[in-house]
C-alpha cells in the first residue's frame, strides 16, 4: 500500500464514521444542550473529564463554554477537572489515580450540575468513579463514549444521556468526539442566542 493510499483510508473512514454518528446521535446532542442550558439557567456548571486525547476533548470544551465557540457572549460556567496538576497529583498520590475527577466531583458538584464524562472506551476507572459521585451529588451525566460503550453505558441512570460513537478505533471515535462537542456548544450557544 502507498502512502497516499493510506492516508486517504484515514480520511474515507473518518467520514464514514462522521456521517454515522450524524445520524445515530443528532438528536441527543439537542437532548444534552437542553440538559447543559437548563443547568447553566439554574446557576449550575458544567464539569468535564477524561484522560489523554479525552482531556483534550474536556479541556476544548471548557475553553469553548467559558471563552466562547464561534459567537460572542458571556462566559459560560464549565470547569474541566483534568488541568490543576497540584490537585491531581496530589489525589494520585496520596490516595490512588483512579480518584482524581470523584473526589473533586465531590467537592465542587451540586445537584442540578452536569459531569461531561468523556472515555473513548466507556471503562476508564477515573471516569467510572466520576460518574458514580456525580449520582450521589445528584448531577446529570452526559457521557462520550464508544465502540459498545463499555462499563459506562451500564452505569447511566435517569435522564442521563449516552452518546456512544459506533466505531472501534480509538482515533475515530475522538475525531467524533470532537466533532459532538462542537455540535453542542453551536446548539448551546443557539439556545441561548437564537439565531444569527
Known amino acids: ?16 464514521t462522521q456521517q454515522m454518528v450524524m445520524e445515530i446521535l443528532g438528536p441527543s446532542v439537542g437532548l444534552a444542550a437542553e440538559k447543559v442550558v437548563q443547568a447553566l439557567i439554574s446557576d449550575g456548571k458544567v464539569l468535564a473529564c477524561g484522560n489523554g486525547g479525552s482531556a483534550a476533548v474536556a479541556q476544548h470544551f471548557a475553553a469553548a463554554m467559558v471563552g466562547r465557540f ?37 467537592a465542587v ?31 446529570s451525566v452526559i457521557a462520550l463514549t464508544g465502540n ?21 478505533r480509538t482515533a475515530r471515535i475522538l475525531e467524533a468526539h470532537i466533532t459532538l462537542v462542537h455540535a453542542l456548544c453551536d446548539t448551546i450557544d443557539y439556545m441561548l ?4
Request: charged letters at 25%; hydrophobic letters at 40%; one cysteine or more.
Open 148 to 168: 459498545d460503550g463499555g462499563q459506562i453505558g451500564d452505569l447511566l441512570v435517569g435522564d442521563d444521556l449516552h452518546l456512544c460513537v459506533p466505531a472501534e
Open 70 to 106: 464561534e459567537r460572542e457572549r458571556p462566559g459560560l460556567s464549565a470547569v474541566a477537572l483534568t488541568t490543576d496538576s497540584s490537585v491531581l497529583s496530589a489525589i494520585a498520590n496520596d490516595y490512588d489515580y483512579d480518584l482524581v475527577f470523584s473526589k473533586q466531583v465531590h
Open 109 to 139: 458538584g451540586r445537584a442540578g450540575d452536569v459531569l461531561l464524562a468523556i472515555s473513548a472506551s466507556g471503562n476508564s476507572a477515573n471516569v467510572v468513579a466520576a460518574i458514580n459521585a456525580a449520582h450521589e451529588r445528584q448531577m
Open 1 to 16: 500500500m502507498d502512502l497516499l493510499q493510506r492516508v486517504r483510508e484515514h480520511f474515507e473512514e473518518c467520514v464514514t
Open 193 to 196: 442566542l437564537g439565531g444569527e
